[in-house]
C-alpha cells in the first residue's frame, strides 16, 4: 500500500510559478513511476506528466516547456515545478504512482495508476 500526499497548490496569477510535492509512504518508491495529473472545473482528469524511476520524464503538450517534474528518493518526494502559469491551468491537481512503468514506459492514462493523492488546488487568476 502506497500513501500520497500533495502539498504547494495555491492562488497566483497569470504568469507566476508554483512548485507542488507529493510525498509517498513505502519503502518501494524509487520503483514507481510517478505521475500528476489534473481534473479542471467541468472537465474530466488528464494527464499532465510523469517520471521514471531512472529520471525519465513525459508531458501532456499543453505544458511542454513551462512545467518540469523531478524526484528525490532520498525523500520519498517527487515535485511538479509550473512555470509561466495560465488560467487554463487551474484544476486540482493529483499525485499518483504507477507499479506498471518501467524505464522506458510511463502510464498517460489514469489505467496505468494504482495509488493516488487526495489532490491539491491550484487556482490562476487572470
Known amino acids: 500500500q502506497v500513501q500520497l500526499v500533495e502539498s504547494g497548490g495555491g492562488l497566483v496569477q497569470a504568469g507566476d510559478s508554483l512548485r507542488l510535492s507529493c510525498i509517498a509512504s513505502?519503502?518501494?518508491?524509487?520503483?514507481?513511476?510517478m505521475g500528476w495529473f489534473r481534473r479542471a472545473p467541468g472537465k474530466e482528469r488528464e494527464f499532465v506528466g510523469a517520471i521514471s524511476w531512472n529520471g525519465g520524464t513525459k508531458y501532456a503538450d499543453s505544458v511542454k516547456g513551462r512545467f518540469t517534474i523531478s524526484r528525490d528518493s532520498a525523500k520519498n518526494t517527487v515535485y511538479l515545478e509550473m512555470n509561466n502559469l495560465k488560467a487554463e491551468d487551474t484544476a486540482v491537481y493529483y499525485c499518483?504512482?504507477?507499479?506498471?512503468?518501467?524505464?522506458?514506459?510511463?502510464?498517460?492514462?489514469?489505467?496505468?495508476?494504482?495509488?493516488w493523492g487526495q489532490g491539491t488546488q491550484v487556482t490562476v487568476s487572470s
Open positions: 513505502g519503502r518501494t518508491f524509487s520503483t514507481y513511476v
Open positions: 499518483a504512482a504507477s507499479t506498471i512503468g518501467s524505464s522506458r514506459f510511463v502510464p498517460l492514462t489514469e489505467s496505468g495508476y494504482a495509488y
